[in-house]
Every structure is written in structure tokens, then in C-alpha cells.
């Protein structure tokens, strides 16, 4: 499935690396930021995650959630997290159904690993519509994060 601009963001319910569960309607009524990533403590997925963090409060001036999702356990994604000082959640898409629905999943990533999520960047709107959608096919490119960031400053 190919998600674009104007569609409908599908419906999530997912655990968070503190095991609290986040769902779309935990952002009913906000806009928010999706962050899909391979794999935790590799190069580029880091890196990804530490430019969302060290830009946090961009996003946090303008009331604006951020959330990453990956394949990983939530156990994975505690370590992660702590380990990075990340100041937003990390959601374990374990049963890849999320990644699956947003069309950010490899059905084969590297030496042989199946059902990986593509790194992808989506912004939802307030009224959960898809406002950017960007899905990488190749692990190594990072989202724009400035496109994200101009068009966040005015929706």
C-alpha cells in the first residue's frame, strides 16, 4: 500500500519502550510525526533518531508529537532509547502490521532478514490526515527532515 498526501493515517496500536500502549487516538486532536526505522543501533537508524533528538525542541515549540517505530521488542527499544538519551517514544511494530499498513516494510532487508521496516517519515495532522509521506527504499538515505520541518511550521 502506498500512502499519500490527503489519505486517511491508518490506525496503530502499539507498545512503547516503557510498555505503555500509544494509538493514534493518544493524538487525536494534535499534529504528530512518525519516524520509521530498520533497525535499532545501527549506523544510519541512529543517526536518524539523534537528529529527531537533538532537534526535539522544534517540534516541541510548535506542540507537535514525535514518534519512531521499528520491528524491534520494546526491551530492544528501552536499551536504545536510554542509551541515545532519546526524549521521545520508540514503538515495537513486533508483529509488523503497522509497518505494513503505513508501506514501510521490507519483505527482505539485509543477510536474509524479512519483514524489516523502511526508514519512512509521515506528518499527521490534527484531524489524522497524511499531510507528508516519504518512504525510503534504500536503508541508507535519511528522511527530510527540513521538508518536515517547513511544511510543521505551516500546518
Not at 491508518?10 to 510525526?33: A, C, H, M, Q, R
Not at 526505522?37 to 539523534?50: D, E, I, S
Not at 514503538?91 to 516494510?105: H, I, M, V
Not at 524489516?116 to 489524522?128: E, L, P, Q, Y
Amino acid at each position: 500500500m502506498i500512502l499519500n498526501k490527503g489519505d486517511k493515517a491508518p490506525f496503530f496500536k502499539l507498545y512503547n519502550s516503557n510498555k505503555k500502549e500509544i494509538s493514534t487516538d493518544t493524538f487525536n486532536g494534535k499534529t504528530f510525526v512518525i519516524h520509521f526505522f530498520p533497525l535499532a543501533f545501527t549506523g544510519t537508524c541512529t543517526k536518524q533518531l539523534c537528529t529527531l533528538r537533538d532537534d526535539f525542541s522544534f517540534y516541541s515549540d510548535l506542540n507537535v508529537d514525535v514518534v519512531s517505530i521499528s520491528v524491534d521488542s520494546l526491551f530492544v527499544l528501552n536499551r536504545f532509547k536510554d542509551e541515545q538519551n532519546l526524549t521521545f517514544d520508540l514503538l515495537s511494530d513486533f508483529n509488523k502490521e503497522t509497518s505494513l499498513a503505513y508501506g514501510a516494510l521490507y519483505n527482505e532487508f539485509l543477510y536474509g532478514m524479512k519483514g524489516v521496516s523502511k526508514r519512512a517519515a509521515f506528518v499527521i495532522d490534527k484531524n489524522g490526515i497524511i499531510q507528508y509521506a516519504e518512504v525510503l527504499e534504500s536503508a541508507s538515505d535519511l528522511p527530510n527532515f527540513e521538508a518536515i520541518k517547513e511544511l510543521l511550521k505551516v500546518i
